[in-house]
């Protein structure tokens, strides 16, 4: 498994923008696939997109367009920019890493942050 660890939730008014980073540990980094997946109470976990080993990028309906996720192999991070937020974008917000290259099933991400809380104001 790998560790790791989330930051850059908070505070933010609707229409701005924030940029959450995950730190990754305990495995090669690069050859696996990660994502990011945000849950509010009462709801289950709900994907927000995935990168794949090479790069390849994949979104939830609900933030393409606004959402960007890349990664930085050489540093072991994953970061995921949000743009144009809005109101019902709060959540907590976790990093995941996956056990395949390249997936967008819940199911392959077997390892995952603390989650970092995203509230955005109306």
């Known amino acids: 498994q790998v560790q790791l660890v989330e930051s850059g939730g908070g505070l933010v008014q609707g229409g701005g923008s924030l940029r959450l980073s995950c730190a990754a540990s305990g495995r090669t980094f690069s050859n696996y696939a990660m994502g990011w997946f945000r849950q509010t109470p009462g709801k289950d976990r709900e994907f927000v997109g995935s990168?794949?080993?090479?790069?390849?990028?994949y979104y939830a309906n609900s933030v393409k367009g606004r959402f960007t996720i890349s990664r930085d192999n050489a540093k072991n991070m994953v970061y995921l920019q949000m743009n144009s937020l809005k109101p019902e974008d709060t959540a907590v917000y976790y990093c995941?890493?996956?056990?395949?290259?390249?997936?967008?099933?819940?199911?392959?991400?077997?390892?995952w942050g603390q989650g970092t809380q995203v509230t955005v104001s109306s």
């Open positions: 995941a890493a996956a056990t395949k290259p390249i997936t967008i099933a819940t199911r392959d991400f077997n390892s």
């Open positions: 990168i794949s080993s090479t790069g390849g990028t």
